[in-house]
């Protein structure tokens, strides 16, 4: 089993339709997560990050974390040509040291 | 303010050669992490300095090392290169270690011959 499971895609979405993007983990001690967007041949770009079960918004951009389900996932509301990009999630488990487990990444596509 | 900056932007090597990368972090930024991603796939942790002391390693041999100097900026070495080493390296900071959000440079792509 791997550690952080993404659906690698591709997922293709109208503009101006949620995009609902789905990541779960196996370390159920894992405390923060992470959401990354990484356009093709560029390096990741942190977009959000959730510590506490429930939801936080950050303008067209939700992350939804439930911990008992070992289960995040990012929503992307009125989808937009430039939000075409790779998304990452990212499990922070150890607070020993930053060491950052990575998804492969689910390659999301806005349809005009 | 600038952002995590990485150098070279592109490096091309032979097989059995040595190769430095370099990494300065967000001003204020004490912690280093370097990641290694090849294509495909998500980064992979390699290290982690935090005020110039190892605080992680991943599952990478040897021939990878690091430190972190004073000023917090590092560097990232890796000897003996084999054709599985090209990818793209990535350096993140954060602020004070624990949980705080890491952000990336724009990497090196290291690709070797």
């Known amino acids: 089993q791997k550690e952080v499971e993404q659906n690698s895609g591709p997922l293709s979405v109208p503009e101006g339709a949620i995009a609902s993007l789905n990541c779960t983990y196996s370390d159920r001690g894992s405390q923060s997560f992470f959401w990354y967007r990484q356009y093709s041949g560029k390096s990741p770009e942190l977009i959000m990050f959730i510590y506490s079960n429930g939801d936080k918004e950050d303008g067209r951009f939700t992350a939804q974390l439930n911990k008992a389900s070992q289960y995040v996932s990012l929503l992307i509301r009125d989808s937009q040509p430039s939000d075409s990009a790779t998304y990452l999630c990212a499990v922070l488990s150890n607070f020993g040291n930053e060491k950052l487990t990575f998804g492969t990444g689910t390659r999301l596509t806005i349809i005009p | 303010d600038a952002g995590v900056t990485q150098s070279p932007t592109h490096l091309i090597k032979t097989r059995g050669q040595q190769v430095t990368l370099r990494c300065s972090p967000i001003?204020?930024?004490?912690?280093v992490s370097w990641y290694q991603q090849v294509l495909g796939q998500g980064p992979q942790f390699i290290f982690q300095?935090?005020?110039?002391?190892?605080?992680g390693r991943g599952n990478f041999p040897d021939r990878f090392s690091a430190r972190q100097f004073p000023n917090y900026s590092s560097e990232l070495n890796v000897n003996a290169l084999l054709l599985g080493d090209s990818a793209l390296y990535l350096c993140a900071s954060s602020s004070a270690g624990g949980n705080q959000p890491q952000h990336f440079g724009d990497g090196t792509r290291l690709s070797i011959l």
């Open positions: 001003s204020g930024h004490k912690s």
């Open positions: 300095y935090y005020e110039k002391e190892e605080r």
